[in-house]
């Protein structure tokens, strides 16, 4: 047992003490396997559904389905798993452990969110090749990249706001809750309000959700659309979205639950 | 600060006035202690007292409403980190991730406290501590007893200068017990200080140099066990509590009160 901070030095070098956070952080991650499982299964499960009679038409089609299937698979992961795991280490006290040690609160937080968009890319090239194979459809290298920025992108997003929700509610059973809710809104806001199905205001609401505004994204590069201005008022939204949830997720989070 | 530069009688940590409040719920009202190198110091209190609050403020996990506080002379509210890095802690209720086995949990608080620890080492201390068997274990899967052994490991794997320890025998049978005692006094004879917590009189007598009563967030006494009973033995409030020769016990009972606290 050496110890390279004797009490002369000033603090344990941040390097190593990141090293061990995404370590560990990473093997928590693969071993929540009902979590991993869900985010990969849910949106594999929407293309194989697609595949049979004409769902994908009633859908808006191929595009739209790999899109679906991506937000999907990044808000179970990002937005439920995710509060979740923060949630149930702050109730049992986990995380007050971890702060107790000499490092920078964003080490803690952005060692599992790094893990977290790690296994989103993951998961996102996952959906994107079995979309590719079922679907039949066809991608170029630029687009691929660009889904995967996008995914990055909107798992972020989606991170965010479950960082805003960890933040606002304490316990984990209320988290599970809430979570939950906001699944559905976004899902139902982003994707049937989209539609145009709810009628025109919802429709125009719905673009700016995250889930509206990353669907919007997808829809064009898999499309090969290019770039519009909607492409860059969906991009801002992300982007705002993210702002603001990981500003209200930071400054109202506690450490412990009591 | 290197070692050579703090004198030997600089107190490993100094508590000053220090006042805890959860909103307009005062917790801890303006506590003063010292705690000596190599000294065992023992916080005793009923349920409520105040003594997780104490800690909690010294290990950084909350800001105290005001009062200071100097670990190994450094202020815990200028320099949180550094302060941080020469404590040893081991909460009230120990949680690691549950995902992780044991040997996981040992290697990244070993990383986050800046220990270098290669299998060999890792492997070898566990062993000393009897986990030697259970490297791949989960840390809800082993007995109370082995729980407490691993926490107190985990706490002092980056050699600190202070261990502050809530409760560390709570809920543990004597043997457990008097192993942990053991494990206490060698990290004593390693150069650590301990501050710890317990209900336990017995406890406290046996393993504490210096114990601290408190009450209701307020400083009650404070001495040597010895000298606590010596102090306080004919005072009617112990007189009447005790059956028979005055214990710390009495002593305790005498000045806290007998009613039950939750
Ligand atoms: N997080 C908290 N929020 C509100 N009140 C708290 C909190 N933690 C402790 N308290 C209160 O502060 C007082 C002291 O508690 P604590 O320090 O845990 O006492 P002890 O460890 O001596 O049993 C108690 O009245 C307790 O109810
Ligand atoms: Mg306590």
Redesign the interface.
């Known amino acids: 047992m050496k110890s390279v901070t004797d009490t002369g030095t000033v603090r344990p070098p941040l390097n190593l003490a990141l090293r061990a956070l995404l370590r560990a952080d990473a093997t928590v991650l693969m071993r929540s396997k009902i979590s991993a499982t869900l985010s990969i299964l849910l949106p594999v499960v929407i293309l194989v559904a697609t595949t049979f009679g004409k769902s994908q038409h009633r859908l808006g089609g191929t595009t739209l389905t790999i899109g679906l299937a991506l937000v999907i698979g990044l808000l179970t992961s990002s937005m439920l798993g995710f509060t979740l795991a923060i949630a149930g280490d702050r109730d049992t006290g986990v995380l007050q452990r971890l702060h107790a040690a000499p490092v920078p609160t964003w080490a803690i937080m952005g060692s599992r969110m790094g893990v977290q968009v790690a296994a989103n890319l993951v998961g996102s090239i996952i959906v994107v090749v079995v979309g590719v194979i079922l679907h039949g459809l066809a991608l170029d290298a630029g687009q691929v990249l660009l889904v995967l920025g996008a995914a990055l992108l909107g798992g972020v997003t989606f991170l965010s706001i479950g960082q805003a929700v960890v933040g606002l509610v304490k316990s984990s059973a209320a988290v599970l809750a809430v979570s939950r809710v906001i699944f559905i809104v976004l899902i139902l806001l982003g994707l049937v309000g989209g539609t145009g199905l709810l009628g025109d205001t919802l429709k125009s609401i719905a673009e700016w959700t995250p889930v509206g505004a990353l669907m919007t994204l997808f829809a064009d590069i898999l499309n090969r659309a290019g770039w519009s201005a909607q492409d860059g008022w969906a991009l801002l939204a992300c982007v705002a979205w993210t702002v603001v949830c990981a500003g209200i997720g930071i400054r109202w989070f506690r450490w412990e639950s009591r | 600060?290197?070692?050579g530069d703090?004198p030997a009688t600089l107190p490993v940590l100094q508590v000053d006035q220090l006042e805890v409040a959860y909103g307009a719920r005062t917790a801890v009202a303006g506590i003063s202690f010292d705690i000596r190198p190599g000294e065992i110091f023992g916080l005793l209190g009923p349920n409520g007292a105040g003594k997780t609050s104490t800690l909690s403020a010294i290990?950084?996990?909350l800001r105290p409403r005001s009062g200071f506080l100097l670990v190994?002379g450094l202020d815990v509210s200028e320099h949180p980190?550094?302060a941080?890095?020469?404590?040893g802690?081991q909460?009230q209720?120990?949680?690691?991730?549950?995902?992780?086995g044991i040997e996981?949990?040992v290697?990244?608080?070993?990383?986050?406290?800046?220990?270098?620890?290669d299998r060999d080492?890792l492997r070898t201390?566990l062993e000393q501590i009897g986990l030697g068997g259970e490297l791949g274990r989960r840390f809800k899967q082993l007995s109370g007893g082995q729980q407490q052994r691993l926490a107190l490991f985990i706490a002092s794997?980056?050699?600190p200068?202070l261990l502050l320890l809530d409760e560390p025998t709570a809920g543990l049978d004597p043997q457990s017990r008097r192993q942990l005692w053991n494990r206490i006094e060698a990290l004593r004879g390693e150069g650590r200080s301990i501050l710890l917590t317990t209900h336990s009189m017995e406890e406290a007598q046996a393993v504490c140099d210096r114990v601290a009563i408190i009450d209701h967030g307020a400083l009650v006494a404070l001495a040597t066990p010895a000298g606590l009973i010596e102090e306080y033995k004919f005072d009617p409030r112990v007189v009447q509590a005790a059956h028979g020769e005055v214990t710390l016990e009495d002593v305790f009972i005498g000045l806290t009160g007998s009613e039950i606290r939750d």
Not at chain 2, 84 to 87: E, F, Q, S
Not at chain 2, 93 to 100: D, M
Not at chain 2, 107 to 117: P, S
Request: without cysteine; charged residues 25%.
């Open positions: 600060m290197s070692e703090v290990e950084g996990l190994d980190l550094e941080k890095a020469r404590l802690v909460l209720t120990s949680s690691f991730q549950a995902e992780l996981q949990i290697r990244l608080f070993a990383g986050l406290y800046g220990a270098r620890l080492q201390a794997v980056h050699e200068r």
